[in-house]
């Protein structure tokens, strides 16, 4: 009987052996394994020749690892009252240096739903163009919000007006609306009583409101309550970039919307500054982030577009596949199992 040690464990084998001869015994492609002989490697031109001894440590030892598949799992649309989407990512179109850096930005960003505004100066430019030339109707949702508004009066009127023009345009965002009811033009903070007076009235006339809040979660209850097809937390102020101030509250957001109700929509609006404020956003559950200051003031717009496409896809994703618990102390991602080392401290 030949004893030997091998990959730690005691074994009996009935005759004399070489080291290919243990392998092919053992069921391993010598092509695929390094051999060590009692702390020495044996070279695989050695192994045919290279007979075993009484008392031999062997140790047969391959790479272990996995790979991945080109695509990642199919993630399901995202649905906002009657539209669906594959992209969560949702931008704006002011603040751009011009027209072109605002068409090439929200191409590269991937959206298929961007914001506009009502105004009487911003459908025209200093050269007389007007944003419509700029805004292929057959990719985009045209989202028309009601920012500048700080009463649910003006804000009425925005939606109203938005609708008649969407309208004639065949959009199909023509019965839909970002509302926006401010408290105050240095916070830009939303007035909670004129949202919700808003918002009702709006879903009486049969609009699909998408509704700017802040991350307040009762107040996040009764504009759903009130009939909103997605509350709108701010991350933080408007055009602040500070990303998001109080992922407590998104997470509690998060739990009294979708309680009974797994597919309502969240959406963190505003406030974004990077693209690590997107993957934060994203990984705590939410399913979508809004977003335009973030791009459009960047040093180079277009690069910032496809990073916040990225952030918003990897922090789907890393939502999608359930993070790790947070633990105190260390844990080795090698298996302890199988280490050629002679002993632990």
């Known amino acids: 009987m030949l004893n030997l040690t091998v990959n730690g464990e005691s074994r009996s084998l009935p005759n004399s052996l070489t080291v290919a001869q243990l392998l092919e015994r053992l069921g391993y492609d010598r092509q695929r394994v390094a051999v060590e002989v009692n702390g020495d490697v044996a070279p695989r031109g050695s192994h045919i020749e290279r007979l075993l001894a009484e008392g031999d440590r062997v140790e047969v030892v391959t790479l272990v690892g996995g790979g991945a598949p080109d695509e990642p ?11 669906r ?50 805004l292929d109707l057959k990719r ?8 500048g508004c700080f009463n649910a009066e003006d804000a009425i009127r925005c939606a109203r007006l938005a609708r008649e023009l969407l309208g004639n345009l065949g ?23 004129d949202t919700l007076r808003a918002t009702e009235q709006l879903v009486k006339e049969g609009f699909q409101v998408l509704v700017y809040t802040s991350d307040d979660p009762i ?31 998104i997470r509690i957001i998060l739990e009294y919307l979708k309680d009974g109700d797994p597919e309502y929509p969240v959406i963190v609006d505003a406030g974004v500054g ?27 717009p277009l690069r910032m577009a496809w990073a916040m496409r990225y952030a918003c896809e990897a922090g789907r994703l890393s939502f999608l596949a359930g993070r790790i618990p947070r633990k105190l102390y260390a844990q080795a991602s090698s298996p302890m199992e199988g280490r050629i080392a002679s002993s632990a401290p």
Not at 73 to 83: N, T, W
């Open 73 to 83: 799992p199919a993630d399901k649309p995202l649905v906002i009252g009657k539209f």
């Open 85 to 134: 989407f594959r992209s969560r990512l949702i931008t704006g179109t002011g603040k751009y240096a011009d027209y072109e850096i605002m068409r090439d930005s929200l191409l590269a960003s991937a959206c298929e739903v961007t914001t506009v505004a009502v105004r009487r100066e911003r459908l025209i430019d200093k050269q007389g163009r007007n944003i419509l030339d700029y």
């Open 140 to 147: 985009y949702t045209i989202l028309p919000n009601t920012a």
């Open 171 to 193: 959009n199909p965002g023509a019965d839909w609306v970002k509302l926006e009811c401010l408290g105050d033009p240095r916070t830009l903070l939303p007035d909670p009583v």
């Open 219 to 249: 107040m996040a209850r009764r504009l759903k309550a009130a009939g909103a097809v997605s509350v709108m937390p701010a991350g933080s102020p408007i055009g602040s970039g500070q990303g998001v101030l109080n992922p407590n509250n």
């Open 274 to 300: 990077a693209a690590s404020d997107v993957s934060v956003a994203m990984e705590l559950g939410c399913d979508g982030v809004l977003l335009n200051t973030a791009i459009a003031h960047a040093k180079d």
